[in-house]
């Protein structure tokens, strides 16, 4: 190669790279705070779930089915922890959560969620495992299968896949509808509803249908359409979710042990490609009504209430995540009513999957795509 080649491409490079670099030291401005971002790790496959252990360490799935660990420097490892289960990844099925147990430091437990294979087609799954392993070569052992959507269908989509700890030491599990919306309004079928149980599978004993002849004991709340986004409320305690809406009606809701949320009877969205009406109109008695909805849909994913304190004027908010729209929101709360939206990052990253707050006090985002990033906002003056 000739000088005169290699400065042309060197300067062929140095220009493809620059918008990068540009996108990576940009100062971004909201109504609170000045923030940048910071890109932590790239090169994952469609990242889902971002999670945070006590050592430093950070777990990622990437829906293709690994289990990936960023490491307490930054380092994303070159290998993918072995043992995860098997996973349909089609459509939007493939691997979702990874939850540490409350005392994984003792324990080194993980939860994870995921569209498991079997008879009549797929369903969401949860399984526990023990991490094991040192440096880059950890694995999944003594793994029990402690939950599984009854019953499962052949559809691909509608998976729900969140999983969060409450106050108590029971676990939530979202579930969606699994594209079939009767299933939603059906108490003897999982799909469409939020679940609880205990840490082994077990069912609490104060779960509001354990004692209804035909229901599933596991089943917390009903009428939810696809749940892929949820957080304790840092006050109360009481699970917060959203769902995706069909056409417009995406919802926040504030989940009420044996609440029935609407779907597919009551919706503020509409038929695709037609945009005819579902159900019975926005309102009946008996169904509960959302805290806030997007219409048009912002397909929001990830959701974090903001406890930390590297940004004190965000403590309070809840941020989300949208994919459609590819942005953040900050919703500004007033007990169980939100005042005030801010979108935050719109177009700037892509489709935005995750949304959690670190033990450090910063918020961290995973981008949906085929090279999708683990992203960080820091205070302008870090």
Not at 51 to 79: C, M, N, W, Y
Not at 94 to 115: C, I
Not at 205 to 218: H, L, S, W
Request: charged letters at 25%; glycine letters at 12%; one cysteine or more.
């Amino acid at each position: 190669m000739s000088g005169l080649h290699r400065i042309v491409l060197a300067a062929t490079l140095v220009c493809a790279a620059a918008p990068a670099l540009a996108q990576e030291g940009k100062l971004y401005r909201s109504a609170k705070h000045d923030f940048r971002v910071v890109t932590l790790a790239r090169g994952l496959e469609h990242p889902w779930c971002i999670a945070f252990l006590p050592d430093g360490r950070k777990l990622v799935t990437e829906r293709a089915g690994r289990l990936r660990v960023i490491d307490a420097q930054g380092r994303l490892s070159p290998h993918a922890v072995e043992g995860v289960p098997e996973v349909v990844a089609r459509g939007q099925g493939g691997l979702f959560d990874v939850l540490p147990h409350p005392r994984f430091a003792e324990n080194g437990m993980v939860f994870l969620s995921y569209a498991e294979p079997g008879e009549g087609g797929q369903g969401t799954a949860v399984m526990r495992a023990r991490l094991a392993g040192e440096g880059d070569r950890l694995r999944l052992e003594d793994r029990q299968v402690i939950f599984r959507l009854q019953p499962k269908s052949r559809t691909n989509h509608h998976y729900g896949g969140r999983l969060v700890w409450a106050r108590d030491g029971t676990l939530f599990v979202t579930l969606g509808d699994r594209g079939d919306m009767d299933r939603a309004q059906d108490l003897g079928d999982h799909a469409g509803s939020v679940v609880r149980i205990r840490e082994d599978g077990s069912v609490p004993e104060d779960n509001p249908f354990v004692k209804r002849p035909g229901a599933r004991p596991e089943i917390y709340t009903w009428g939810n359409r696809n749940v892929q986004g949820a957080a304790l409320h840092p006050q109360t305690g009481v699970l917060w979710t959203h769902e995706h809406g069909p056409q417009g009606g995406d919802e926040i809701n504030v989940m009420r042990a044996g609440a029935n949320y609407g779907w597919p009877v009551i919706t503020y969205g509409v038929n695709y490609v037609t945009g005819t009406k579902i159900g019975e109109g926005t309102h009946k008695p008996g169904m509960e009504q959302p805290v806030h909805q997007w219409t048009p849909s912002i397909a929001p994913s990830g959701m974090a209430f903001y406890t930390g304190d590297k940004f004190p004027n965000w403590r309070g908010s809840l941020f989300v995540g949208a994919l459609k729209y590819q942005l953040v929101a900050r919703l500004e709360l007033d007990g169980e009513k939100v005042v005030r939206e801010e979108r935050l990052l719109e177009r700037e990253f892509g489709r935005i999957r995750d949304v959690r707050m670190g033990p450090d006090g910063l918020l961290y985002l995973l981008t949906d795509d085929s090279d999708g990033k683990a992203l960080r906002l820091e205070p302008a003056d870090a």
